[in-house]
């Protein structure tokens, strides 16, 4: 496996998040933000750019605790649940022809690319 040095993992590449460390970065920040708005628990930055974890090593160890977390609130959701709409602004709306759209749309992380002014749907 390919190694990146500290400076080439904080090397602006001209992406939308700069560097893979702010790529990378931004995946448990959405996920965090996502979280809080679903369950109104736990701690969520105020951007999807901020930096969480200044190295590779911490954040794999939150990405898999964060994935953990996801899993479990999935895991948690009952029928009437996953029936019915958020009530989170610009939130995935599941599609009333399945009941298991959390579990599909979860896989991977609740980041989810949208087109702005259409609603999400799984």
């Not at 901020?50 to 990405?63: Q, V």
């Not at 895991?75 to 602004?89: P, Q």
């Amino acid at each position: 496996m390919a190694r990146l040095s500290a400076e080439q993992y904080r090397a602006d590449r001209g992406a939308f998040f700069k560097s893979v460390q702010g790529t990378l970065n931004h995946l448990p920040a959405t996920d965090r933000i996502w979280m809080q708005r679903f369950t109104g628990v736990g701690d969520a930055p105020s951007r999807p750019d901020t930096i969480l974890f200044e190295t590779f090593d911490e954040l794999r160890t939150a990405r898999e605790l964060e994935h953990r977390r996801i899993v479990d609130f999935v895991d948690g959701l009952d029928d009437a649940r996953t029936r019915g709409r958020s009530n989170t602004a610009a939130s995935p709306r599941p599609s009333n022809s399945s009941s298991n759209w959390p579990r599909r749309w979860c896989i991977g992380s609740i980041t989810r690319p949208t087109t702005a002014g259409k609603s999400m749907r799984c």
